[in-house]
């Protein structure tokens, strides 16, 4: 209801926007009640009541400006419009659920707020002579001659223009040219004078459009616009209306216009002239069905029934059409060749039932129905496909390409990041129906080692080495299909991928050790070692080239488990691997890592110090250039990486034991037992305090290097992470505690700690 009252309120101010520009004289004749009927409820009786005034080429400039500017007013957010936003429409929902992907509503976006051309349609040239005149059209007539003068009149109520001087002409109903023509002649037998006739000024006219539309009510035209241009005018017709049942009225006498005659066969027949007071009423739309799959044009279409009108009560509420009515209105399959054509229908019990349409001519397709069109796969002959990292993929004839080593003719065919190891040859295997995958390396056929021979349908895959590091990677989220589901395509690309991956990781070996990029490396039959060792990266610095040990877990060809060789031997590069061997690289030395410590406080040079194997407090001390004289290497600060990730253990681990000791204490039901909550605004504080202290790590260490020259064995090993800190002498001795007078006291060698409690005023 509240709709109904909004776009009444929406047809109202275009009423009012029609008065500032119409007379208020009512029609000749009330209009006939049927039609009111029939009109209700989505325009009132007094809408129907507007006689059009002229409207001048000024006054069209005028409307156009103000049509071009942005519309200052917003429909509700519940509005559904064509150009307001884009919703499902209730049909669109349910066919798209039966269908399984979304299916739109044929035709209505063509006649949206964004197709609409600026209104009144008037040229700005001189309107052709084939124009007709009418009741209202405003001419501007000019003579030259014996007489000078400029006259603009309008085509009176009878059909006449009438000038002084001059006998009235008729000219309603009639072409420009010829009215042009007439008095133009006229003029020349009266006074021996040029007759020049223009149009000036169009008529306006007024229609109203109702039913389901997005912007019901009268819409303001000109003599130009046809019935599109109304319906444009007025927002577009809604999903729930029909584009084939549209009834047109025009002096009491009605029609019914297909707009499917426009939108699919091109007749400008449903394209109707307008003229003042036409009644457009858009019905509900009728029965319909979709059409998805292999078609130019997928869509939701509405039959054609039989009109539901008194003069014909017992009409069929639905057509019946043919498999090749329905691949008309979709404009025709998309490609030739073998299709199947899916009847998705509804049983007698509600439930669905699919069949395959074999008979191209039989009525078999009716309202609720859903027809998928399935293309058959074509397969190519005579041909072999070269896919992934390479700069000639795509298919290639088998007769010119009919090895491996003609197909891969140079490297230039490679992709940039090719991997050489190992590359798929995907086959069909007629004998057992289904696809065997074979493997060759690259680099073995560009150097002649190797050569295949291919047939009819192979795809050959080359890899790029980011696949190859990818092969055990998790799978992404986004490789998912959106909402849940795969095309039958996507399905059996998934489903190759995953067989490839898996026949990758099957031939695969294991390089570890002293190279650059250790990992798992996918292998064809006959690759040396050589070449794997260089694929992972090479080997680093500190390797030990003559210690390369090959464990073979299946025996190797020479019948050994393990096998020890040296990469520079002559003789290496003969060597061929295995699929599962496991190729590891010695090092010469254990590289050192970016080990440091911190040494602060009263030494010559503080700051940080790397480390190297042996290095010890004492090592560092010196290497710092020694104490100063002030430093006091009783009080020094030892801390320990290590220590430190243990205390915070031990902080949390307590912190963790207090919290469930704090929870069993809550369920204790004996009230006595139970804590306050001052208590356990202790505990929890407490806690809280634990978890948040900054661990030390404290070692109680011996840093004086005299002590450390007698006494080695007191001398600290150093580890990466060791913060030490030497403080200097202090020159006071703080007396606290249980005497007279608390202080600090100047430090003096000579005295003992009773003459510093002495001082302090002695014990309490």
């Not at 490789?479 to 067989?499: H, Y």
């Not at 690289?585 to 009263?602: I, K, M, P, S």
């Not at 002498?729 to 007396?735: G, W």
Request: charged share 25%; hydrophobic share 35%; aromatic share 6%.
């Amino acid at each position: 209801m509240t709709r109904w009252i909004y776009q009444g309120a929406i047809a109202s101010s275009y009423c009012i926007a029609a008065l500032c520009v119409c007379s208020a004289a009512s029609f000749a004749s009330p209009p006939d009640k049927s039609i009111m009927a029939e009109l209700a409820p989505w325009v009132s009786q007094n809408d129907i009541s507007l006689e059009p005034k002229l409207l001048t080429v000024d006054d069209l400039d005028s409307i156009k400006e103000q049509q071009d500017r942005p519309e200052t007013f917003a429909f509700p957010a519940n509005e559904t419009s064509g150009y307001n936003k884009i919703q499902k429409s209730a049909l669109e929902s349910f066919y798209s659920a039966k269908a399984g992907s979304f299916v739109p509503q044929f035709g209505y976006d063509q006649f949206s707020k964004e197709q609409e051309s600026s209104l009144p349609h008037i040229s700005k040239g001189a309107v052709q002579d084939s124009y007709l005149l009418g009741t209202g059209d405003e001419v501007s007539i000019t003579l030259r001659g014996q007489t000078n003068v400029t006259v603009k009149t309008d085509v009176n109520s009878e059909g006449l223009i009438l000038v002084d001087g001059l006998p009235p002409v008729m000219a309603a109903g009639r072409p420009l040219g010829d009215v042009r023509k007439e008095m133009q002649s006229l003029a020349a037998k009266q006074y021996n004078t040029e007759l020049f006739l223009s149009l000036s000024a169009i008529k306006q006219i007024n229609i109203l459009i109702a039913g389901h539309i997005h912007r019901p009510g009268r819409q303001v035209l000109s003599s130009f616009d046809t019935l599109i241009d109304a319906l444009i005018a007025a927002g577009g017709i809604e999903k729930t209306g029909s584009l084939r049942q549209i009834r047109f009225i025009r002096n009491g006498h009605s029609s019914y216009i297909d707009l499917y005659d426009l939108l699919i066969f091109g007749s400008d027949k449903a394209d109707l002239t307008l003229r003042d007071g036409d009644k457009i009423i858009i019905r509900p739309i009728g029965p319909t069905l979709a059409i998805t799959g292999g078609v130019k044009r997928p869509g939701i279409y509405e039959l054609l029934p039989a009109l539901q009108l008194d003069e014909n009560p017992s009409a069929p509420k639905s057509q019946r059409l043919a498999l090749n009515d329905v691949l008309q209105l979709s404009g025709g399959l998309l490609s030739s060749g073998h299709h199947r054509f899916l009847h998705i229908a509804q049983s007698e019990n509600g439930g669905e039932q699919v069949e395959e349409i074999s008979d191209p001519d039989a009525h078999v397709l009716e309202d609720g129905d859903v027809l998928t069109i399935r293309e058959n796969q074509k397969q190519r002959k005579g041909t072999v496909e070269l896919v992934g990292s390479t700069r000639e993929a795509g298919s290639h004839a088998l007769s010119e390409t009919p090895t491996l080593s003609d197909l891969l003719h140079d490297d230039s065919v490679l992709g940039e990041d090719i991997y050489p190891l190992i590359a798929v040859i995907e086959r069909w295997n007629d004998k057992t129906l289904s696809p065997e995958l074979i493997s060759f390396s690259p680099r073995q056929i560009l150097s002649g080692e190797d050569d295949k021979t291919l047939k009819s349908g192979d795809v050959v895959h080359l890899f790029s080495r980011s696949q190859i590091l990818n092969l055990k990677a998790p799978k992404s989220d986004s490789s998912l299909p959106e909402d849940g589901q795969e095309t039958e395509k996507e399905s059996a690309s998934s489903s190759r991928s995953a067989q490839l991956k898996s026949f990758l990781i099957e031939q695969s070996i294991f390089i570890r050790g002293a190279v650059r990029n250790p990992g798992v490396y996918p292998i064809a039959k006959g690759t040396n070692l050589e070449s794997a060792v260089a694929v992972a990266g090479g080997l680093t610095t500190e390797a030990n080239s003559h210690e390369v040990e090959i464990s073979s877990p299946n025996g190797s060809s020479t019948g050994l488990p393990r096998r020890k060789l040296d990469l520079d031997s002559p003789t290496s590069h003969k060597t061929r691997l295995m699929v599962g061997d496991t190729i590891r690289v010695g090092q010469t030395f254990r590289r050192v890592e970016d080990n440091h410590v911190l040494l602060a406080g009263e030494v010559k040079n503080p700051g940080s110090f790397d480390l190297l194997p042996g290095d010890s407090l004492k090592t560092l001390i010196e290497r710092a250039g020694g104490l100063s004289e002030q430093a006091y290497p009783a009080g020094a600060i030892f801390s320990r990486a290590s220590e430190r990730k243990r205390e915070e253990v031990r902080f949390k681990s307590q912190a963790r034991d207090l919290e469930m000791k704090l929870a069993a204490s809550l369920e204790e039901t004996d009230a006595d037992k139970k804590p306050d909550p001052k208590e356990i605004a202790i505990a929890r504080e407490l806690i809280l305090e634990m978890k948040q202290t900054d661990a030390v790590g404290r070692i109680t260490v011996e840093a004086d290097p005299g002590v450390l020259a007698s006494q080695p064995q007191l001398d600290i090993l150093l580890e990466g992470g060791d913060r030490i800190f030497i403080p200097k002498r202090p020159l006071n001795v703080r007396v606290a505690g249980e005497i007279l007078s608390p202080a600090a006291l100047q430090f003096r060698t000579e005295k003992t700690p009773k003459d510093y409690i002495a001082e302090a005023g002695g014990f309490t």
